[in-house]
């Protein structure tokens, strides 16, 4: 992830600046955790549960089960997994916590569809202030 003035961009690649005992704070955390609640589908991970219920989404299990045909569909499924993912970060969340860690909402602003791969444009908005990421995922 390399942050610019407000635009995230997140990729298959590593970082060649952190190092293997670097934390990851502010809005690198938040990203990160969005990510997690998102991408993972629900039961994909036996026992995994956070403080509000079974992590993960529909999103992942949408795309894989060949459901997505349109744009339309990706707005939706995004859609349907918005408050899933809301209220299960929120629920992670203490009191402590930075409001740049601290989850507000996720808005799908675009998506860009090529063979094989989408990439969504996502408004990952802390308590603090907003984030734009772009996510490549491969279409099967």
Not at 32 to 46: H, W
Request: charged letters at 25%; a negative charge.
């Amino acid at each position: 992830m390399k942050d610019i003035e407000g635009w995230t961009t997140c990729g298959k690649h590593l970082n060649p600046t952190c190092t293997s005992n670097e934390l990851v704070d502010g809005t690198r955390k938040l990203i990160q955790r969005f990510l997690i609640a998102f991408l993972q589908e629900p039961g994909s991970v036996r026992y995994a549960f956070g403080r509000a219920g079974p992590v993960g989404a529909r999103f992942m299990q949408a795309l894989s089960s060949g459901n997505m045909w349109s744009e339309m569909d990706v707005f939706a499924a995004f859609g349907l997994s918005r408050p899933v993912v809301r209220a299960f970060l929120q629920a992670e969340e203490d009191h402590d916590d930075s409001d740049y860690e601290r989850f507000k909402d996720a808005v799908l602003k675009g998506i860009e569809l090529s063979p094989g791969q989408m990439i969504l444009q996502i408004l990952l908005t802390s308590r603090a202030r907003s984030t734009t990421i772009y996510l490549p995922i491969e279409i099967p």
